[in-house]
């Protein structure tokens, strides 16, 4: 929607820029972010909806072509790309298909696969990922249809630790279960809201968690134009803790 791209949100520590999930259009957004790209490192994908890796393929793109033009586009030459585990083979045999063999790309790509705990380390930032149940209505079908080998419904929260302080990235959820643990004690919880519904009962069960912040992402489009209605349900809850996210938004922690 207008001023709400897909979901995409680049956590910047040290000396090194971390993107979480991919959506539409992530590679465009971070540019003209004047987002400092090449302290670029690695980039995580919760689940594989369209909404949350659909702008995947071109950013990796984006990342090969900047590399014929160093004289003003950022330079990137290696990035570790973690995707669900039941996903990476499909995605590697997509980017084949659309004519991005690893010889040639100008990227090196080091692919890891996401499984619930501890996913990547580095001097800035440690990233475990914590399974959700966003994609369990989905297993059943699996089940009857076994010609679906690869999905397995595989869903995750990232829980960030950087600088001494703790982010929670929810992605999508199937409840607001899904997190209430993880989020104890987290500087910022970045929550979808688009499952969350009711708003003001889900924020009820975060009282008494400790939570320093709270983003509102993931809004639905019927709720678009209604930021101002969201804050003030959010305010009733947990006053001057929650923030209604748009595009650009920048939080200092």
């Known amino acids: 929607m207008p001023g709400r791209a897909h979901a995409c949100v680049a956590i910047e520590c040290g000396n090194g820029l971390y993107v979480f999930d991919l959506g539409e259009p992530a590679g465009r957004e971070l540019l003209a972010g004047g987002l400092p790209l090449p302290k670029l490192r690695a980039a995580f994908v919760s689940h594989m909806h369209s909404d949350h890796v659909g702008g995947l393929f071109q950013f990796v793109k984006n990342l090969h072509l900047y590399h014929n033009h160093p004289g003003y586009l950022p330079q990137v030459d290696e990035i570790t790309l973690a995707l669900p585990g039941e996903a990476v083979g499909a995605v590697m045999k997509f980017f084949i298909a659309s004519y991005m063999f690893p ?22 930032i440690r990233v475990a990922a914590l399974p959700t149940t966003h994609l ?43 997190v209430l ?23 009820r069960k975060l009282a008494g968690l400790g939570v320093g912040k709270v983003v509102l992402t993931h809004i639905f489009p019927d709720y678009n134009e209604k930021g101002a209605e969201l804050q003030s349900i959010a305010d009733r809850v947990l006053p001057g803790r929650v923030a209604v996210a748009k595009d650009g938004l920048e939080l200092v922690v």
């Open 181 to 203: 643990e993880p989020a104890r004690g987290a500087d910022v919880l970045i929550l979808e809201f688009g499952h969350l519904l009711p708003l003001e009962d889900n924020l």
């Open 103 to 124: 010889e040639r790309l100008k990227v090196k790509i080091n692919w890891l696969g996401v499984r619930p705990g501890p996913v990547y380390e580095d001097g800035n």
């Open 136 to 178: 369990d209505e989905i297993k059943p079908f699996l089940a009857e249809h076994p010609e679906y080998a690869g999905p397995r419904g595989e869903a995750f929260s990232f829980e960030v630790t950087a600088g001494g302080k703790r982010v929670l990235y929810s992605g999508d959820l199937g409840a607001i279960s899904d």
